[in-house]
């Protein structure tokens, strides 16, 4: 499988940025989104798990990001909304299939994206 983000940008904080991800390959039950700021280990954003159909998120992202996914298209999308300076990172797509108890573990996951850079300063 390959996935390909895109999307990365600067913006300044309060603002909105979409991210993308291009699947393709075989079909993995969850897809979703990892982050890793400088000197930081890669962070779980969210994830849509088709697997029990449910969308989960970090707490620090809940209520202003939001994942969505086009199957027919092979999309993925991260909207990112009021985005403050610690948001800044770079973002990549993942997929697998996680067990519940490692949703949020990178580990877990078998295929990822390049990474794009979000930057969120004044």
């Known amino acids: 499988v390959q996935l390909q983000a895109s999307g990365g940008g600067l913006v300044q904080p309060g603002g909105s940025l979409r991210l993308s991800c291009a699947a393709s390959g075989r079909t993995f039950r969850a897809y979703g989104w990892f982050r890793q700021a400088p000197g930081k280990e890669r962070e779980f954003v969210g994830v849509d798990n088709s697997g029990n159909n449910r969308i989960y998120y970090a707490t620090s992202v809940k209520g202003r990001f939001t994942i969505s996914r086009d199957k027919a298209k092979n999309m993925l999308y991260l909207q990112m909304n009021s985005l403050k300076p610690e948001d800044t990172g770079v973002y990549y797509c993942?997929?697998?299939?996680?067990?519940?108890?490692?949703?949020?573990?990178?580990?877990?996951?078998?295929?990822w994206g390049q990474g794009t850079l979000v930057t969120v300063s004044s």
């Open positions: 993942a997929a697998g299939d996680p067990i519940l108890s490692s949703i949020s573990t990178y580990e877990a996951y078998r295929a």
